[in-house]
């Protein structure tokens, strides 16, 4: 009889570990520096839509007929790593500021736009795909910063095109020692994180759609003097996230070492010793001056030569530390800096093409024996990319450059000419992205 109990309570213990051993895992996670999902290793070529939530609103903006066809359609091309803008602050009517905005003031919230967060995660977990959701940024056109001084009784926030980049830039250099700021990020960050989804029931904690939490997008220290405090905020702020979601990943939304005021060693500690999981780096060779605007042909191959190399320097230091690297911005105009759909984009796709290829290059060398992985260069630590931006179905106005109330959203935000970097549906750069998205390694 005791054998017999013994039998049975021996089966069900290789049941429950049976169970267990098939019990799939969705959540991305991070195993000897390359992503994985469910024990496989996940690479991607993904792209910035940073308007998603905007689009699958119900209120002023919204259209959730189109939101679906650009998510069903980015299903399609193999595109399943979309990064995404929570939501602007400060109130509406600055043209050169993304609208409707999220954060009117400080925890006042424009709730349609949750609403469209949460039906943007609702539709993206049915197709397997994965946000990066950054809170907040450097850059005036989602109020960031400068919104947060403003908030915080550091006087009106300046316009660059209007008032200046100088001005602008001494205005938000203020940030990284504005401690009540930090405060009001931390709660935002806390409202978001705590968020229940209104369509699926489930807290945004335990949602494996999302697959990293981003500090700010381009985050700046803004002058040399700033550094420490730059460092130290970065830390809380990761620090913050990580005491509200073990589960997901944090990133920063770094330009890379660019983006530390070209301080190695400053952009190397914010990114090895806090809760941030993974390194970032953004690319724009036209705004550095890597790439000539009236001339892009003739300065391609030299642009690439300098876009490699500072991919390079990021890839040693994800072998270094055995962490991932994530390309998660790159863009370049069309042709002649033209934004007419009908303007050729040959530079761009060339451009594109030497990034995409080396995305599917590391994906390449995971899946290498484990001596050539030791003696391969990257250790396949370049885990993904994300082109800027999706333009999809949208179309520029005819009759005016920049975005008004009203238009389509593209991937340019309203401070920036619509159609500048905007990938859109009919553009041969889709068949360049097809190609990629079915040469990424995925087992």
Partial sequence: MHRFRFLILFFSFVLVLHSCSNTEDKFVRINN????????????????FWYGAILASQGEGGDR???VQELDYLDSIG?????ILIGADGQDGTLTKVMPTLQKLPGVYNDTIFDGLDFLLAEMGKREMYAVLYFTNSWEWSGGYGQYLEWTGHGVAPIPSKDGWNTYIDYVSQYATCDECTELLKKHITNVVNR????TGEKYIDDPTIFSWQICNEPHAFGDENKEAFENWMT???KHIRSLDPNHLISSGSEGIAGSEFDKSLYERIHTKSDIDYFTLHIWPLNWGWVDGSNMKDSLELCI???????????ELGVKHQRPVVIEEFGMPRDGRKYQLDVPT???DRYMENVFEQVVLSSRNQSMTSYQHQHSRNQGVLAGCNFWAWGGLGRPHSEHIYWQPGDAYLGDPAQEEQGLNSVFDTDSTIQLILKYTNKIVKE
């Fill in 79 to 83: 595109i399943n790593n979309l990064r």
């Fill in 33 to 48: 520096s390359h992503f994985e999902v469910n024990g496989k290793p996940y690479y991607f070529v993904g792209t910035n």
């Fill in 305 to 315: 030569e300098r876009t490699n190399k500072y991919i390079a320097e990021h890839i």
């Fill in 196 to 199: 229940v989804n209104s369509y």
């Fill in 65 to 67: 007929e189109r939101l």
């Fill in 346 to 348: 040959e530079c761009r």
């Fill in 236 to 238: 809380e702020v990761a």
